[in-house]
């Protein structure tokens, strides 16, 4: 049975200021609809992850929990990792890895230009720079989710806010 993997890229944040860490960078109005919107759209598509992983940035950590209260997971067991801010594409990579076998379908919220590449690293596709609010699905056959590499997957279809709001 195929496990299915949903990489998300936080949704419209409020500029850097100059008194401000990137890593507090909150989620504007608009992002916040837009993850709603995204979260609309992936229940609508029957997708229920039995897991949520996310950077613990206030953008990402907002994103995640939208989209978590959209497709009905609880809110409360969205996982935030430390690594997943800064952490590079291994982070996202050692993340996955890590997920117990019995888990079918996760996702995982995160930053550019980090999501952009692991999906294309899982792929082997031509994502480009993933949209704010993006998600690129990724299926992997006969694997479990300590086998999962480069190449191992297959892009099942990629979205951002913009395009669901045109549907």
Avoid: C
């Amino acid at each position: 049975m195929p496990i299915t993997l949903y990489i998300v890229r936080h949704a419209k944040a409020e500029d850097r200021a100059i008194f401000m860490a990137d890593f507090d960078r909150e989620l504007t109005s608009d992002g916040i609809m837009a993850a709603a919107r995204v979260g609309r759209y992936l229940h609508g598509k029957g997708v229920h992850p039995d897991v949520i992983l996310s950077s613990p940035a206030p953008r990402a950590k907002t994103t995640a929990t939208v989209i978590a209260e959209q497709v009905g997971y609880e809110v409360a067991k969205v996982q935030f990792i430390e690594k997943l801010y800064e952490g590079g594409p291994k982070a996202y990579l050692e993340a996955i890895n890590a997920l117990p076998e019995t888990t079918q379908t996760a996702m995982i919220v995160g930053h550019n230009p980090d999501v952009s590449y692991l999906a294309e690293f899982l792929t082997h596709q031509s994502i480009g720079s993933m949209s704010k609010g993006a998600v690129v699905a990724v299926t992997f056959d006969n694997l479990i989710w300590a086998e999962v590499s480069g190449r191992t997957g297959s892009m099942a279809f990629q979205i951002g806010p913009k395009q669901i709001s045109n549907e």
